[in-house]
């Protein structure tokens, strides 16, 4: 059995042709998939796709490069984990790879996040790229 454990499939590049990508991923041999979330505005179209296909789901959260929306606190988030087609809290963390800059919102937005859901047992995927610095810092709970 493969799982695709982290794809866009809800994506306007793939979102136009569901029937087609679940096709060939089924022809690789992937049987499930995990559809992330990357804002809470988007979530309700990653929702939609796996309500729909009994081998998508879905996690909730707000990629770390995505700011101006909706501020995904942790009271909102496990309640929108709180759906049976969704089986993980994320994205969420810190990603410095395509940002420069002041990133302290970031780690603002990242720390309350992370350290609440770490006490959960709702599984959670924490990104962390290009952040070796601030990383360990901004997770561990306090």
């Known amino acids: 059995m493969l799982v695709d454990s982290h794809c866009h499939i809800n994506f306007p590049e793939l979102a136009g ?3 087609g990508v679940l096709s060939r991923m089924r ?3 992937v049987t499930h998939a995990l559809c ?3 804002s809470l505005e988007t979530f309700p179209q990653v929702l939609a796709i796996a309500e729909r296909f009994d081998n998508v789901y879905a996690s909730v959260g707000a990629h770390p490069n995505e700011h101006g929306g909706e501020e995904p606190t942790p009271e909102k988030l496990c309640e929108l ?6 089986i993980a809290i ?5 990603d410095y790879y395509r940002e420069s800059g002041d990133l302290g919102w970031q780690r603002e937005r990242a720390a309350p996040v992370s350290v609440t859901l770490f006490t959960l047992a709702t599984p959670y995927f924490h990104r962390g ?3 070796s ?6 997770t561990r709970p306090r």
Request: glycine share 14%; proline share 3%; hydrophobic share 30%.
């Open 17 to 19: 042709d569901l029937e």
């Open 27 to 29: 022809a690789a041999g």
């Open 36 to 38: 992330v979330s990357v």
């Open 81 to 86: 984990a709180s759906h049976p087609r969704v």
């Open 90 to 94: 994320g994205e969420t963390g810190l």
């Open 129 to 131: 790229r290009n952040c």
């Open 133 to 138: 610095l601030t990383c360990g810092t901004t």
